[in-house]
């Protein structure tokens, strides 16, 4: 008489039930895993093409309001051609510059004074020391070139000339 070989597993059916189960949850959790993850890919894709075409237009507010300032600028060379009293052109070209600084201005541009103040190097950029007895050491002199900030961070520093003390020569 031959005996079966019935091959017994060491788990029983409850617990085989319950690895299948967990089998499924697992495959179940990593197609749900695959289908986030390509998710995140077309949304980072999409969130680059939005901040590449937000870049290429970021401009465009400003742009639309300097348009009028760039009329008035070729006004202003149209009648400089036929102009007979040079203070009326002076007086329109500090007009278009005024109506300009204003649109700047309303967009969060601020000039830096300079001139009288301590020198700041994160403000300035000193392009010559003058000596001097006139103002305390270290103290702009005189503006070369006006700086700006653009709400509130430096984007141009002013160019400027600084005083320092006057060297004393002695004879022997």
Do not use: W
């Amino acid at each position: 008489m031959r005996k079966e070989t019935v091959k017994k597993s060491k788990y029983t059916a409850k617990e085989l039930k319950k690895l299948e189960e967990k089998s499924a949850l697992c495959d179940e959790r990593h197609d749900q895993l695959l289908r986030l993850q390509a998710e995140f890919d077309n949304f980072k894709k999409r969130t680059a093409r939005e901040y590449e075409s937000l870049a290429k237009f970021a401009n465009e507010k400003l742009i639309n309001e300097i348009l009028p300032v760039v009329d008035n600028f070729k006004r202003a060379v149209d009648s400089a051609d036929k102009a007979s009293n040079i203070n009326d052109l002076k007086k329109g070209i500090k007009l278009v510059l005024k109506q300009f600084e204003d649109i700047l201005r309303q967009n969060g541009l601020e000039e830096i004074r300079a001139h009288g103040t301590q020198f700041n190097p994160d403000k300035h950029e000193a392009v010559m020391q003058v000596e001097t007895d006139k103002h305390p050491e270290d103290t702009v002199v005189e503006e070369v070139s006006a700086g700006y900030k653009l709400h509130g961070k430096v984007i141009r520093p002013s160019l400027v000339k600084v005083s320092k003390k006057i060297l004393k020569k002695q004879n022997k």
